[in-house]
Nanobody, 127 residues
Framework: QVQLVESGGGLVQAGGSLRLSCAASGRTFSRSAMGWFRQAPGKEREFVAAISGSGGSTYYADSVKGRFTISRDNAKNTVYLQMNSLKPEDTAVYLC????????????????????WGQGTQVTVSS
């Protein structure tokens, strides 16, 4: 069983920064690609960023490219999302996810490719 626990969300003014963390347990963390998604009220869950098991490859949604940075520390079983230059449209619940496959080629970006999810952390950006 994989457990993912997010932290670091909060209220911030537009232009500010936040750093989200996702602590993982229960699996060979360093073999799993990890992703961040977000879901705003009344909207579908959308991909934000993902990182390969080694941390050597990353991928971002166009809407956050250049502002957000995903990273991981496999010694601490933790993945991070550094969010800079935040905008009101970034307001959402941010969820951490783990890819259950050790055999996938490439970095997963679709919701159905992730088998484990955290409960999410709220990020609110005021204008």
């Amino acid at each position: 069983q994989v457990q993912l626990v997010e932290s670091g969300g909060g209220l911030v003014q537009a232009g500010g920064s936040l750093r989200l963390s996702c602590a993982a347990s229960g699996r060979t963390f360093s073999r799993s690609a990890m992703g961040w998604f977000r879901q705003a009220p009344g909207k579908e869950r959308e991909f934000v960023a993902a990182i390969s098991g080694s941390g050597g490859s990353t991928y971002y949604a166009d809407s956050v490219k250049g502002r957000f940075t995903i990273s991981r520390d496999n010694a601490k079983n933790t993945v991070y999302l550094q969010m800079n230059s935040l905008k009101p449209e970034d307001t959402a619940v941010y969820l951490c996810a783990a890819d259950p496959s050790f055999l996938r080629v490439g970095i997963p970006t679709l919701v159905y490719e992730y088998g484990y999810w955290g409960q999410g952390t709220q990020v609110t950006v005021s204008s």
